[in-house]
């Protein structure tokens, strides 16, 4: 009987586990994860915090799915590996051999790092703690500051406004996560927060954070400014968390290295989700995503490897379709480059893969609410961000993942004034009108 271990119960831990469990009705299955709650929903922590989901409906898993998994679940901190032995150690002191190992233990949080940052009232937005922690402190607070950059500080922003907290959002420059959105995609989305309310402060950066009896009161900034507020916010990037990894004497990059089967440098052992780095075959690099679709396909391909059922991990081009200042976007492919001072790295919801732009052309068209930037390769279209409406969203996407071929257009879709979503639909109902012809 085969033992497999997994370490994190998280969206790349639960999916190995599940696919073993396919291959594998025999095999042991332990799951050891340092957190208190059952596998539940990260992107939904940005729901649950505007009181639009209930904290119930985070869980996609009923006690029957668990028990049906027939796996050893231990609440524990994983210390140590020792490859050569086949054994993990853990905080309790007591250790497990395993036959496979997986390590899906996610990314963290990039801390701010600059005085104050150990005051009670600063927050961070990695996991459900943090969210119920801000619930909490927004219970009683008049003023909240956010700082940060992609998705998570924009959702940390609609939460504390939901819960009726005036809020400051402070940037370090004159544009809003710009190695992803254009400038004009970034003032759709600061407009909006304007709109609701949110006080923004450009070019500006926090010097330390000011207390009142171990909590938060306020923060000054680099340019002598003072701004009172009970709640500060970060969410400057997150981090794979490689450092058990390190320890073991794993190969790691900025996260751990792994081959197209998701095995690490040492014979038995895994990794997938957040934590691992992977090849992309778009770009020719290796590297990282913050991303729930992807973290299941690794952990469903990883899983099958430890099964003894071979299988390699392509990975697709990476697509999230999220809400910016209440605006619903997808993005997908390759859209943008360039330094985003807010960002120490990706964000949660975020690609490295996004930012992978070559030589490219954007197609844009703007309505009031509406924006839709393409970027046209020289045969294929290499990315795109549809903001508002989504009607465009599928033959887009369909189009970049089959990479199809856009020389019937692509002279078109470059000229100024362009009819972009009439062209982007001709194409796509040509194409899918092709594949749907039967072959005789
Ligand atoms: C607020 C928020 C919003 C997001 N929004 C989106 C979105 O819009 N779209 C999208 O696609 N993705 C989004 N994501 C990202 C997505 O949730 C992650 O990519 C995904 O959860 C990664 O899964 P994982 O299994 O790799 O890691 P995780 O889900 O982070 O799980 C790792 C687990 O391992 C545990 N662990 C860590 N170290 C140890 C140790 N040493 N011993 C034992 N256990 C350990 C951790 O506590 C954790 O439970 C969001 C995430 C957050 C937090």
């Known amino acids: ?75 524990a901190r994983v210390v140590s590996i020792n490859p050569d032995e086949h054994q993990v150690w ?28 150990n005051l009670a009232g600063v927050v961070k937005l990695d996991n459900l703690d943090d969210a119920r922690q801000i619930i909490r402190l927004a219970r009683k607070a008049r003023a909240a500051i956010v700082v940060g950059g992609g998705i998570t500080a924009l959702e940390i922003v609609e939460g504390l406004l939901a819960r009726g907290v005036r809020t400051h959002f402070l940037l370090r420059g004159e544009t809003y996560w710009s190695n992803v959105l254009d400038r004009v995609e970034s003032g759709i989305v600061l407009h909006r927060l304007q709109e609701e309310g949110v006080k923004i402060h450009f070019n500006t950066e926090i010097e330390k954070i000011l207390g009142n009896r171990g909590k938060v009161a306020g923060v000054q900034t680099r340019d002598g400014r003072r701004l009172a507020c009970e709640i500060l916010a970060y969410a400057i990037g997150v981090r794979p968390r490689i450092e058990l990894a390190q320890a073991s004497s794993l190969k790691t990059n900025r996260g751990i290295l792994v081959d197209s089967r998701l095995c690490t440098s040492a014979a038995d052992i895994f990794a997938a989700g957040d934590v691992a780095e992977v090849y992309d075959p778009l770009s020719g690099k290796s590297v990282i995503d913050s991303l729930w679709g992807p973290a299941r396909d690794q952990g469903r391909i990883a899983g099958a490897n430890m099964a003894g059922v071979a299988a390699h991990y ?33 964000a949660r919801g975020d690609s490295e893969t996004w930012r992978r732009l070559p030589e490219a052309i954007a197609a844009q068209s703007d309505f009031d609410v509406n924006r839709l930037r393409i970027l046209v390769g020289q045969r294929n279209l290499l990315g795109a961000i549809v903001m508002g409406d989504q009607s465009l969203s599928k033959a887009l996407q369909d189009l970049i993942v089959n990479q199809v071929d856009i020389s019937a257009i692509r002279d078109r879709l470059l000229q100024a004034g362009a009819p972009l979503a009439n062209l982007v639909t001709d194409l796509y109902l040509k194409v899918r009108e092709k594949d749907a012809r039967p072959v005789y």
Do not use: W
């Not at 042991?28 to 939904?44: A, C, F, K, Q, V």
């Open 1 to 75: 009987m085969r033992r497999y271990v997994i370490v994190g119960s998280g969206a790349a831990g639960i999916s190995a586990i599940e696919t073993i469990r396919k291959l594998d009705p025999s095999g042991e299955i332990t799951l050891i994860s340092d957190e208190m709650h059952n596998y539940y929903s990260r992107p939904g922590l940005a729901y649950y915090l505007t009181g639009e989901l209930a904290e119930e409906y985070l869980f996609p898993f009923s006690r029957n799915d668990f028990k049906n998994l027939k796996l050893c679940h231990l609440q």
């Open 90 to 117: 853990l905080n309790t002191g007591k250790s497990l051999i395993y036959d496979r190992l997986l390590i899906a233990v996610g990314a963290s949080a990039v801390g701010l790092n600059i005085p104050g940052d």
């Open 314 to 346: 392509s990975k697709p081009i990476p697509f999230n379709v999220t809400r910016l200042a209440n605006l619903t976007t997808m993005i997908i492919g390759m859209v943008g480059k360039g330094m985003d001072k807010d960002l120490v790295g990706i």
